[in-house]
């Protein structure tokens, strides 16, 4: 297991960048493939974007592809989302997940942070 925990939301207006990060506890963490999914109010969490545990395979949904970009650091333990040319229908809580394999399916992972809140205003 790993213990996670995101930063980095807040608001921002639309065309706008943020910059999420999500550190990890537990001298393991290289071990663990890494993901971002989102909610927003009245949806169902979906997939963002994984990434493998070294980092050399990355995943993205449709909809935020050419525009954010995961990845990680393993020596700091940490794994980023930038996200750029934000969108209103980006606005959602933004979760950090650790798994085995980096698929799109959130049940693949065993590992959540509480989330942080992403807004885009128009």
């Known amino acids: 297991q790993v213990q996670l925990v995101e930063s980095g939301g807040g608001l921002v207006q639309a065309g706008g960048s943020l910059r999420l990060s999500c550190a990890a506890s537990g001298r393991t963490f290289s071990s663990y493939a890494m993901g971002w999914f989102r909610q927003a109010p009245g949806k169902e969490r979906e997939f963002v974007a994984a990434i493998s545990r070294s980092g050399g395979t990355t995943y993205y949904a449709h909809s935020v592809e050419g525009r954010f970009t995961i990845s990680r650091d393993n020596a700091k333990n940490t794994v980023y989302l930038q996200m750029n040319s934000l969108k209103a229908e980006d606005t959602a809580v933004y979760y950090c997940?650790?798994?085995?394999?980096?698929?799109?399916?959130?049940?693949?992972?065993?590992?959540w942070g509480q989330g942080t809140q992403v807004t885009v205003s128009s």
């Open positions: 997940a650790g798994g085995l394999i980096p698929t799109i399916e959130a049940a693949h992972f065993g590992s």
